[in-house]
């Protein structure tokens, strides 16, 4: 099982349509700014479920939430974009917050800075910013041998 982590493609569907091509994922999640990029996505890959959130740029466009959870082989997976935890300034209140709501895996986007790591046995990920400024980045979630694994990529 893969995921694919896209967040800020501010309008640039061409990097997640090589990113799609490339890593064939069996779920696709959306970080924010722009979702309506994640919808257009959608439609270009009807077989592939697509979740979203909403971001900072987004307002209040569409059905997106500000956050979303998830399961990724029986472990919890929690997405937002990230502004509403202030990210920019650190990722605390992001991780404490993940941590109270016992997830595996949590993502946001929002800084446009990639990022993965482990805290504790949560993995921590933004998947940077699709867009391709300052270069196109996203993350996948993948399952080897029973276990969550995150990871970050280039568009190539």
């Not at 919890?76 to 993940?98: I, P, R």
């Amino acid at each position: 099982m893969k995921w694919l982590v896209f967040s800020d493609s501010h309008g640039n569907l061409d990097h997640m349509r090589k990113a799609v091509e490339g890593e064939s994922p069996d779920r696709i999640l959306h970080l924010g700014d722009v979702s309506r990029d994640a919808e257009r996505l959608q439609s270009l890959y009807p077989d592939i479920p697509v979740e979203m959130v909403r971001g900072n740029c987004d307002g209040w466009y569409g059905e997106a939430p500000v956050e979303k959870e998830l399961t990724f082989l029986g472990r919890k997976v929690w997405m937002a974009h990230g502004h509403e935890y202030h990210v920019k300034l650190g990722v605390g209140a992001f991780t404490s917050e993940a941590r109270s709501r016992e997830a595996a895996v949590a993502l946001f986007g929002h800084t446009h800075e990639p990022t993965c790591f482990r805290e504790g046995l949560m993995w921590v990920m933004n998947p940077g910013t699709v867009s391709g400024f300052p270069r196109a980045t996203y993350g996948v979630i993948e399952e080897r041998d029973g276990e969550v694994y995150c990871r970050l990529e280039a568009v190539k």
